[in-house]
């Protein structure tokens, strides 16, 4: 498509030198510029940028340029190839800023992709690490509760210890008064009091 169009432009161009209806003068610049400008041009028409709207905009300009005699048909294919390049100039300037933008949008997205990635296992770390603290505390709870268990136990055994050894006191006191009664001996000590 950008070939056709790069033709219908050159068919311009020579409608417009032969409505001039004179020879074209010598160009003002040497050969070696022209033909560097054209190998430009065709390279940034390889390019395929959308030149579909600048090329219209040329063939537009093109019908509507008026043929004012000799000296006009020099200016007038100059304008136009300026135009022409400046048409390819805006359509690559438009065509780089479509790739920059896309790439930022590309790299946004895999800006955010990294993000979320790096969320994702720093949040599933963080669920680990309270899972296993969560674990260690019902396993310290237990033991705690163990602890108490074995305290509890133990005042059990030393209570019941106590009241054993109070009622073996009891039981030997309850004998040994017995025994003074029937000896009619009297105990020298009372009851450690005075």
């Known amino acids: 498509m950008g070939e056709e169009d ?10 417009a030198a032969e409505e001039a209806s004179h020879p074209p003068p010598a160009p003002a610049e040497p050969a070696k510029d022209l033909t560097e400008e054209k190998s430009m ?3 940034s028409a390889e390019e395929k940028p959308d030149e579909s ?4 905009v040329v063939d537009e300009r093109v019908a509507d340029l ?3 005699g000799k000296g006009s048909g020099d200016a007038v294919l100059a304008r136009i190839e300026t ?3 400046m048409s390819l100039i805006k359509a690559w300037e438009e065509s780089e800023k479509a790739k920059v933008e896309n790439r930022a949008i590309k790299k946004m997205a895999s800006i955010t992709a990294w993000e979320n990635s790096k969320k994702a296992t720093i949040e599933a770390e963080l ?6 603290l ?3 505390k019902a396993e310290y709870a237990e033991k705690m509760r ?3 268990a074995l305290t509890h136990r133990e005042a059990e055994e030393k209570r019941a210890m106590a009241e054993a050894k109070r009622c073996q006191d009891i039981v030997k006191a309850e004998d040994m008064a017995a025994k003074y009664r029937e000896t009619g001996f009297s105990q020298k000590k009372m009851l450690g009091l005075f």
């Open 134 to 136: 969560e674990k260690k």
């Open 83 to 85: 135009e022409k390049n």
């Open 53 to 56: 709207k600048a090329l219209a």
């Open 146 to 148: 163990n602890k108490i």
């Open 6 to 15: 790069l033709h219908k432009v050159e068919v311009a161009v020579e409608e």
């Open 127 to 132: 669920r680990k690490i309270e899972e296993e």
């Open 41 to 43: 041009i065709v390279s």
């Open 66 to 68: 008026p043929s004012t």
